[in-house]
């Protein structure tokens, strides 16, 4: 990885169409979210300080850890780039399939050789759900499986790292699947074959990260990570009142759509945003100031 942390986050865009549909999301976490960019100006908002000396330390310092490859931040972050990444593989795939019948000759195969769009967006969500616990894990030094940590964290989640999860939950839980997202996500992870996983483009980027022995024990992984997390995604659907209905009405503001085509704003969601990596590489950017102002 040749960018440095500082880097990153001075490239980081005040304005892009992440970064409005975050902003259109904020009445799920109202006020949790702002999009600080510029690696200065999250040293000010993490530690306050705004004195040059301290700040250009607290620079040095950090990248020197951003670089240590023994510690997980890199790692992290890639794990961030690379699931942004694999679900622009699958929102081609899920549009392959949509237009599959429309298109003549070519159609049937072209539905026979792509995954349908709910089983596209629900591994999607399942393998983002991945992401984020292996990415607590990495950043905070403890085993990437470590599912129990990160679930006694998680309610304790805040400021971007809260937004990364409720733009989750609406735009690759709500959105492509309907209120009973939860439930469909569980039926197609714990339906699939190894064998299929193994031949999903978007699992075969990111596979090196996920925990587990071979196909079958990642694919073990990803269930036990879905599993844990399902109580908590339902509890906070419920106590904001998430709705397909209501989410879309935020999205509209910066999307013109009909109300029938919920699966196609989801395919261009996914293909044209990466929110993961823009919310990851702030959520490192803070671990790492914050690690850096008690060392220096």
């Known amino acids: 990885m040749s960018e440095s942390i500082v880097e990153l986050m001075d490239e980081l865009p005040q ?17 949790e979210w702002k ?24 620079r040095d310092r950090a990248i020197v850890l951003y670089s240590d490859k023994n510690q997980g931040y890199q790692r992290a972050m890639w794990i961030y780039q690379t699931v942004d990444r694999a679900d622009k593989a699958l ?19 072209m539905k ?40 006694g964290a998680v309610g304790n989640y805040s400021g971007e790292e809260i937004m990364r999860l409720a733009t989750l939950v609406c735009v690759d839980g709500l959105i492509p699947l309907g209120p009973d997202f939860l439930q469909k996500v569980q039926a197609t992870i714990h339906n699939i074959s190894s064998g299929e996983l193994s031949n999903n483009p978007a699992f075969a980027r990111i596979r090196e990260f996920i925990p587990g022995n071979g196909a079958d024990g990642k694919l073990g992984f990803i269930n036990n990570s879905f599993d844990s ?15 397909p209905e209501k989410v879309m009405d935020h999205i509209k503001t910066i999307i013109d759509v009909s109300d ?36 220096i």
Not at 18 to 31: E, H, R, W, Y
Not at 35 to 43: D, L
Not at 263 to 278: G, Q, R
Request: include cysteine; hydrophobic fraction near 40%.
């Open 229 to 243: 997390m399902k109580e908590w995604m339902d509890g906070f659907v419920t106590a904001r009142g998430l709705t």
């Open 35 to 58: 999009n600080i960019v510029g690696f200065n100006n999250m040293v000010t908002e993490v530690t306050g300080e705004d004195d040059p000396e301290i700040v250009q330390a607290i």
């Open 260 to 295: 029938n085509k919920l699966d196609y704003v989801a395919a261009f969601i996914d293909a044209s945003t990466n929110y993961y990596e823009h919310t990851g590489t702030q959520t490192i950017a803070k671990s790492l100031i914050d690690r850096a102002y008690g060392e």
């Open 91 to 109: 929102a081609v795939a899920a549009m392959a399939n949509k237009v599959g019948d429309k298109i003549p000759l070519v159609g049937g195969f």
């Open 112 to 151: 026979k050789v792509t995954p349908s769009a709910d089983k596209a967006q629900a591994i999607d969500l399942s393998l983002k759900l991945v992401a984020e616990i292996t990415c607590y894990c990495k950043i905070n030094g403890i085993p990437g499986d470590s599912i129990g940590d990160f679930m």
């Open 15 to 31: 304005r892009n169409i992440t970064t409005m549909m975050l902003n259109s999301l904020d009445f799920a976490v109202p006020g």
